[in-house]
């Protein structure tokens, strides 16, 4: 069949999908797809494509699952059903997480530098942000307390990291950030950046308010946290409160994190941690904001 043809089937109305579906299966280029309307596309990837339509259309399942990888800061990350699928305001958060990064980078020094990334999913956070200046990183940690998410941000990690790179990739299994203060001791001078874009949705707006696509394939876990969406990110303070090293080791080193939550959700962490700071760096659409905590 021509691509002609099977792009003007009307029976086949989502056209974006369809080329995507096409670039997937027959390894068609975006050039191709406006260019070579000839190009003849052979019936089995026919098939193929009509199935995954069908996925797509009738089972409400994401494409990125279909496909298996979503395109994301220019790079190819594995997803499965375990893992969320990155959302376009994680650019946002990678842009911030690079640019703090970036600057650090430039201070050259003897100190231990670290990325942590809680609560990874795919990975696409954590890996994102070493790759702009993997030289400079000693460490990037990759958590979850799920442990199949880790396994395909270990994949994503072995498809995008050198072999010198992966050197320096650690993978912990672990509730929040327990697993890094249990492992690795900081001195005072060290540098560490935590990015964690916890789940934050409060359970009963997810529950109402969710896509059918994000109900029926993308796991809950990756989404819900309590009754107003802040018991993870609550957890997570509490645990940094109770590590001294932590907090000796801001005065004198660095500690960022680089957090996601709603808007309202900001004021509610600064009136109940005002030993933290949180700075609002970005904003995607009226009510996501991009979090820069760090000691007061
Ligand atoms: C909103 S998703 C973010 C995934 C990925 N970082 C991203 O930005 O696309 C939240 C992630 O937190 C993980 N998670 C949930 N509870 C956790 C916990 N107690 N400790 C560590 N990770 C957790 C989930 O498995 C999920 O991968």
Request: some cysteine; hydrophobic content about 40%.
């Amino acid at each position: 069949m021509k691509l002609r043809d099977f792009l003007s089937d009307e029976t086949l109305q989502n056209k974006h999908v369809l080329k995507m579906l096409l670039m997937h299966h027959a390894w068609f280029t975006k050039e191709t797809l406006l260019t070579q309307m000839d190009q003849e596309i052979e019936q089995h990837v026919v098939d193929l494509i009509l199935h995954d339509y069908k996925r797509y259309v009738n089972d409400k399942e994401p494409l990125e699952y279909i496909m298996g990888y979503v395109e994301f800061d220019q790079r190819k990350l594995f997803v499965d059903k375990n893992t969320m699928i990155p959302r376009p305001e994680t650019e946002y958060m990678i842009q911030a997480c690079k640019q703090e990064l970036q600057e650090w980078a430039q201070t050259s020094t003897e100190w231990q530098h670290i990325v942590a990334d809680v609560g990874t999913g795919c990975g696409v956070l954590g890996l994102s942000t070493f790759l702009s200046a993997p030289d400079w990183c000693d460490s990037l940690f990759l958590m979850d307390y799920y442990p199949e998410c880790l396994k395909t941000a270990k994949k994503n990690a072995h498809h995008l990291l050198t072999q010198e790179q992966q050197q320096k990739a650690h993978y912990l299994h672990a509730n929040l950030l327990q697993g890094l203060l249990e492992k690795v001791s900081l001195e005072e001078n060290d540098s560490l950046l935590v990015t964690a874009n916890l789940p934050y949705i409060p359970t009963q707006t997810f529950d109402e308010q969710a896509e059918d696509n994000v109900h029926l394939w993308e796991p809950r876990y990756a989404f819900i946290s309590g009754d107003d969406g802040l018991d993870l990110y609550r957890e997570m303070f509490a645990q940094i409160k109770e590590h001294d090293w932590l907090r000796a080791m801001a005065t004198g080193g660095r500690f960022v994190m680089f957090l996601e939550m709603m808007t309202w959700q900001v004021d509610i962490l600064r009136k109940e941690f005002p030993w933290m700071s949180f700075e609002e760096v970005k904003t995607f659409h009226f009510q996501i904001r991009i979090v820069k905590a760090t000691f007061q």
